[in-house]
């Protein structure tokens, strides 16, 4: 089974400022099978970005994926009031397994 | 629009069973696999089931294997899990979601969960 590490665990950063959040992998995980989510308070997970790089219907530019491999890499380019949340990535190999998660606080 | 809802939680007994539903709408139901994914009060995501189109795949995280199974009734456009011999540690919120196979397997559509409670 993949194994997936985020970090950092916590993110604290200003409104307008950019946000690198970084998931890496056990072992390689074939065809870019990596996905980000956005998760709030109480709600479900909204997919953000698939297969590495690709935004999903609907999600702002300022969401960005990259990486290949065992690295992988979110960046939110300029932090909007909405984007404090926690994020996860998921991989899907055999099985599918998330990370832990990155929460991105209000500093 | 396309929706996911869940029903079917509750407070039940350690060693006791629930059946959790999907209800699908909003587009071809049988043309999708598809995931149940938990989450602790507290805590990340799990994954724990999974079917394909067709029941041609089933498949189980290891915590839940031999005690969940997965199953579904395209002709009710409906996804269902049969949880068995509960556990205190199987107290979650359980979300069901749409696999997009190309789209690298992610999950795009999540309906809004519903809790499960294994508490004496």
């Known amino acids: 089974e993949i194994v997936l590490t985020q970090s950092p665990g916590t993110l604290s950063l200003s409104p307008g400022e950019s946000a690198t959040l970084s998931c890496r992998a056990s072992?390689?995980?074939?065809?870019?099978?990596l996905a980000w989510y956005q998760q709030k308070p109480g709600l479900a997970p909204r997919l953000l970005i698939y297969?590495?790089?690709n935004r999903a219907t609907g999600i702002p530019d300022r969401f960005s994926g990259s990486g290949s491999g065992t690295d992988f890499t979110l960046t939110i380019s300029s932090l909007e009031p909405e984007d404090f949340a926690v994020y996860y990535c998921?991989?899907?190999?055999?099985?599918?397994?998330f990370g832990p998660g990155t929460k991105v606080d209000i500093k | 629009e396309v929706q996911l809802v869940e029903s079917g939680g509750g407070l039940v007994q350690p060693g006791g069973s629930l059946r959790l539903s999907c209800a699908a709408s909003?587009?071809?139901?049988?043309?999708?696999?598809l995931n149940w994914v938990r989450q602790a009060p507290g805590k990340g995501l799990e994954w724990v089931s999974y079917?394909?189109?067709?029941?041609?795949?089933?498949s189980y995280a290891d915590s839940v294997k031999g005690r969940f199974t997965i199953s579904r009734d395209d002709a009710k456009n409906s996804l269902f899990l049969q949880m068995n011999s509960l556990r205190v540690e199987d107290t979650a919120v359980y979300y069901c979601?749409?696999?997009?196979?190309?789209?690298?397997?992610?999950?795009?559509?999540w309906g809004q969960g519903t809790t499960v409670t294994v508490s004496s």
């Open positions: 979601a749409r696999v997009r196979a190309y789209w690298h397997f992610a999950m795009d559509v």
């Open positions: 909003g587009f071809m139901f049988n043309t999708y696999e």
């Open positions: 079917i394909t189109t067709s029941d041609s795949t089933l």
């Open positions: 072992q390689s995980v074939s065809n870019r099978y």
């Open positions: 297969g590495a790089s």
């Open positions: 998921q991989q899907y190999g055999s099985s599918f397994t």
